[in-house]
């Protein structure tokens, strides 16, 4: 994909990695808009910030009359809510839900109908090295990411034929607020954004940023007892 002659709509991109991608966007040229739920929150120069809440039907469909132009969507938006599927709240645990499958999938059915409009070009969705490896104490947000990770493969399919690339992004931890309280190593947002949209430059299907998300793809082959040797 040229990235110099696409439209963007990151989402959440007021701060963290979203901010990332967005900043990484207008350095390769690109026309970038910053969603938000409160777009007075964005402060990139060269953004043009725009309402959006991906869990309000409502909020995506204004984004998507308010646009018109956009040739590549990135849906990065994400919650994480350290709900365990046994003991957390239910509502906590319809949140991650919420944003990362059925959020994910308002934006991307409210969108596609541009990006097929205006010649076809890219969905990125921002999954999680968690998509294929769960960590009990927080298994709603490995849930959601697993069923974001379907959702990428189905529509991977059904909109080949739109002309429409359907990506998604595999990464472990990174340098932002949303695991900030979490000790372990943690990659430069700068950094894996510039993976990601060079993969997008490059018209991958699965791009894996680091070695979080290789390691957790290649334990997929080895089953459940490489996955988790823990159990008896």
């Not at 040229?29 to 910053?34: E, L, M, Q, R």
């Amino acid at each position: 994909m040229e990235l110099s002659a696409s439209t963007a709509l990151v989402t959440g991109a007021n701060r963290g990695f979203g901010r990332a991608l967005a900043a990484e966007l207008l350095g390769r040229g690109a026309t970038v808009y910053a969603g938000a739920r409160n777009p007075d929150q964005v402060d990139l120069p060269g953004a043009k910030p725009i309402a959006l809440d991906i869990t309000d039907p409502a909020s995506v469909a204004a984004a998507a009359r308010a646009t018109g132009d956009v040739t590549l969507l990135i849906n990065n938006a994400g919650s994480s809510t350290g709900a365990d599927l046994l003991t957390a709240d239910l509502d906590d645990i319809r949140l991650e839900m919420d944003t990362h499958f059925f959020g994910t999938l308002s934006v991307a059915r409210a969108f596609a109908p541009q990006i097929a409009a205006g010649g076809g070009g890219a969905i990125l969705n921002v999954l999680s090295a968690l998509s294929w490896f769960t960590f009990p104490e927080a298994g709603a947000y490995c849930a959601a990411k697993s069923a974001q990770w379907s959702l990428t493969n189905a529509l991977r399919l059904q909109l080949a034929d739109q002309g429409i690339r359907v990506a998604g992004l595999h990464v472990g931890y990174m340098d932002t607020d949303m695991v900030r309280a979490v000790d372990a190593a943690k990659s430069d947002p700068a950094d894996v954004a510039r993976s990601a949209v060079d993969g997008i430059a490059a018209d991958a299907y699965e791009i894996l940023a680091d070695n979080a998300a290789r390691q957790a793809q290649a334990a997929l082959a080895g089953g459940v007892s490489t996955l988790y040797p823990q159990l008896p």
